[in-house]
DNA sequence: CTGAATCCGACGTGATACTG
DNA sequence: CAGTATCACGTCGGATTCAG
């Protein structure tokens, strides 16, 4: 999504907007669902897990979550390095509820591409 | 999010973005929530419900939501023209894992605010 | 291995003007 | 009233390069 950040005179009325204008990119719901699945991750385990995240990608969204308390970053002073991440109780918190809704994608997104297929524009249908 | 359009190798995996990559936009959710909340609309209608959305960009997000099913539009061929918008189905269907993560945002969204002002940079770690 | 820095193209969004 | 067209700008994301 980019919901993008803003001045947002809605912020009372939509608080999701708070924070899922973070999760709402191209990576993070990945990420979370990744570290859900397979527990305490190395980056570069989380690299070829994702597979095509770019590593700047991977170490931005990873920075972002941390940021927002939904992931645990751990670095291990050794040679070479090594950092875990994983779920905070936030970060799984968060998870149950999008299950839902993941629930539901599964659950629907033949009706949606359907409606997309059955799709035609106003405009088309006068054009001609 | 933008969840930006992709050739995504993982829409198996994660069948939720084909759906929420689309929702995933500024305004499709407060469409949506406003639709909820006020049934049958006519677009000044959303338009002034909303407020700070642009004609373009309502015009635009009650294109792709009536593409994607979630939506229906009525045109009554009147001068001056009247087009009402109300979610469907399917529409209403998608929001009741919504709000599961609307509840939780609500709910959170200080956890969230918490851990971004607490966040310090790795790198301003070290850096002095 | 785990990043950060830079360059760059693509897309989302807003402002404005125009139309049936 | 309910849009569309055009332009300009900002951000996101990919590729590449450099570093601790």
Redesign the interface.
Known sequence: ????K?KD??ADR???????ER????W???VL?TLEEGGTLRFSVLKSQ???ISQRMLAQTL?RL?????VS?T?YATVPPRVDYALTE?GA??L???H???????A??Q??????RA?T??EAIEAR
Chains 1, 2 share one sequence.
């Open positions: 999504m980019s919901l993008h803003s005179p809605y939509c608080p999701i907007r708070d924070v899922l999760l709402g990119d191209r993070s719901m990945l669902f994702i597979a095509d920075r941390e940021q927002d308390g939904l970053r670095v936030l918190s968060f149950k509820p999008m839902g809704l993941l629930d539901w994608a599964k629907h997104h009706d949606v591409h359907a409606a997309r799709y524009a106003p």
